[in-house]
């Protein structure tokens, strides 16, 4: 009975961590691709800091869950408790790196209002051309979210911006997409050629419509994660 319930295990864990396995080659396939991809779609994603970031975010997932995949498939089937433990303190690893992430992102809760980003954003943004992290981040941020500064256009009031280009009011990445639009007269101050709306309020209703899916989908992970490390762990007791 023993012996039935510790082959069923190992199968079960074979099975489970297969999937993970073709989870984690799935992603480093994208990745790989977007990065080698020769019809110039890694020129798209490299013009965008925040997608060529995503593009690396992918490819550690997908190495982590490859790697994850492959230890947890061999060690069952294999029997190897060497194998078996190796993917226990992994599977642990990143359980507590994600509840030491949740812990550090309470403790520094105050620093994601949006006095806090607004007050960064005047220090350290300094125009749309610029190459340093901090501004093409920002800029790839309005862009994207069709947004202008944290709480609207008049954050770059009296910002080290608007000290280094004191013809403009807005950068351009605050400008509106249209070839009707004179880019101009929307970094000198006309309202009807550029985004009004902050970032934060855009960024705070984009995510809102994801903030179930997001909580459910961590719920699913940390479950995952857990029942993987019990299972590991009863079939590295019950292998002699």
């Not at 806090?116 to 994207?144: P, Q």
């Not at 807005?170 to 009004?196: K, L, W």
């Amino acid at each position: 009975m023993e012996g039935d319930c510790l082959s069923c295990m190992k199968y079960l864990m074979f099975i489970f961590n297969f999937f993970i396995f073709l989870g984690g080659s799935f992603l480093l396939g994208v990745g790989v691709w977007v990065l080698v991809d020769p019809m110039g779609f890694r020129e798209i994603v490299a013009a965008n800091p925040l997608l060529f970031t995503g593009v690396y975010v992918i490819l550690a997932m997908g190495g982590m869950l490859f790697l994850l995949g492959f230890l947890g498939c061999c060690g069952a089937i294999r029997e190897n408790k060497c194998l078996l433990l190796f993917f226990f303190m992994l599977i642990l690893f990143i359980f507590l790196a994600e509840l030491a992430a949740a812990i550090l992102a309470f403790l520094f809760r105050e620093h994601l209002t949006r006095e806090y980003f607004s007050r960064e954003l005047k220090r350290h943004y300094r125009g749309h051309n610029n190459t340093d992290v901090f501004s093409t981040t920002w800029n790839a941020i309005m862009t994207t979210f069709d947004c202008c500064g944290v709480r609207g256009p008049e954050d770059f009031e009296e910002s080290l911006f608007h000290h280094l280009n004191p013809s403009q009011l807005v950068p351009e990445a605050c400008c509106q997409r249209s070839s009707y639009i004179s880019v101009e007269q929307c970094v000198s101050g006309g309202i009807s050629f550029r985004h009004n709306k902050g970032c934060y309020s855009a960024m705070v209703e984009y995510f809102e419509s994801y903030i179930y899916t997001a909580g459910a989908l961590a719920i699913v992970v940390l479950t995952i994660e857990l029942f993987a490390m019990v299972f590991a762990m009863c079939l590295f007791r019950g292998i002699q």
